[in-house]
């Protein structure tokens, strides 16, 4: 197993062992493998992308083509113990509706995003009045899947809106943690827990 990015090792940290887990947007199914050989849990996928389906097929894993837009009405209330987007929110066409879903389908739910307020970003477009390439935000404005860019203080305001109670946050520059003061600025991308 290779080594997980950043913002799934921590989400692999803390799910429960055991637990029911949808990977909305699972990718290749990376995490979805860590929690099912590390945690013993039933981690089920869903994936947009054709190929990274048959890769996680390939691993023997349970996942199914389909877009966290609109397949997820196609799931049960509470049927899972998490459900979990991970830097797949910002790709949503409608962001709103897939975290109302996930929160729906899931008891929790881990999100995951690029922090666009993140002083990197904001520093390039002050001084060179272009979108940022950053590794967080790795391709140019044209081929990002990037349709709606979003602050941590953005998705806090988000989730209050929508009386949702935020268990835990973390925040990530790279792999190295940064702390709640000033996160907006100094993180360059977040994770949160959520609950009902």
């Not at 590390?38 to 190929?51: M, V």
């Amino acid at each position: 197993m290779s080594e997980l990015r950043p913002d799934l090792a921590i989400i692999a940290d803390h799910v429960a062992p055991g637990s029911r887990v949808l990977d909305v947007g699972c990718g290749d199914g990376e995490l979805m493998e860590v929690l099912q050989a590390q945690k013993r849990c039933d981690a089920r996928g869903i994936e947009i992308d054709a190929a990274n389906v048959s890769l996680a097929v390939a691993r023997g894993l349970s996942v199914i083509q389909g877009d966290a837009d609109t397949d997820l009405v196609n799931y049960p209330d509470n049927s899972f113990d998490y459900a979990i987007l991970s830097q797949t929110l910002q790709t949503a066409r409608a962001p709103d509706k897939a975290l109302s879903e996930l929160m729906r389908i899931g008891r929790r739910a881990f999100v995951s995003f690029p922090n666009f307020a993140y002083w990197r970003v904001r520093l390039s477009l002050a001084w060179g009045g272009r979108m940022p390439v950053t590794p967080a935000l790795p391709v140019s404005w044209y081929e990002t899947q990037n349709i709606h860019q979003l602050t941590i203080d953005d998705f806090r305001a988000f989730v209050k809106e929508r009386g949702l109670i935020v268990e835990q946050a973390w925040f990530l520059t790279g792999d190295r943690r940064c702390g709640e003061a000033a996160a907006n600025l100094r993180a360059e991308h977040a994770v949160f827990l959520l609950r009902r």
